[in-house]
């Protein structure tokens, strides 16, 4: 992840700085937080990273890749084959069990039933949720919600992992649990870390 003078701002006019002139690099394998009170643009830095928004000005690589000059269809696959996105708020489908929330990225991607459910199974035991699979949202804890997110997020092994506040809604002590977990998932998958908090 290579950012070079990026900035973003919002209005007409432009009034509104949400970042100014940001330089940030991210090697292969490497974990980041990004860390600094609430309204700093931390949230505006991963939607850029991610494509789900533009900048104002600057560039931003991914793989050596300028996001400028990729169309949103472009955007999507990058989104959908190289990052996975973990949320504050889960952002979890109420209607799915734990397993069909994980498998959901897989599905989409044109993988079959079995397959996916039986990687969704694998990826939750991963995060020690194996016993949950069958729960839905509504039944689970805010840490274990967090768990299924950060489950389906590295689904596929998306060399990218963006995290938007991942402990931000849970109690102390389910914060740590849950970044000894990214830690952990890190050791193991070698993926790219970004997170802000």
Known sequence: IELRRVARRYGETGAVQAL???????PSGERVAVRGPSGSGKSTL?????????QSGGEILLDGVSLAV???DARTRLRREKIGMSFQTFNLLPTLTALENVALPLRLQGVGRAEAEGRAGEMLGQV??????THRPDQLSGGERQRIAIARA????PPILLADEPTGNLDSHTGEEILQLLDGLHGQLGTTMLLVT
């Open 20 to 26: 100014a002139e940001i330089d940030l690099v991210v």
């Open 46 to 54: 991963l939607n850029l990273v991610c494509g789900l928004d533009t």
């Open 154 to 157: 590295l689904i596929y092994r």
């Open 70 to 72: 990729l169309d949103d």
């Open 128 to 133: 020690g949720l194996a016993g949950r699979s």
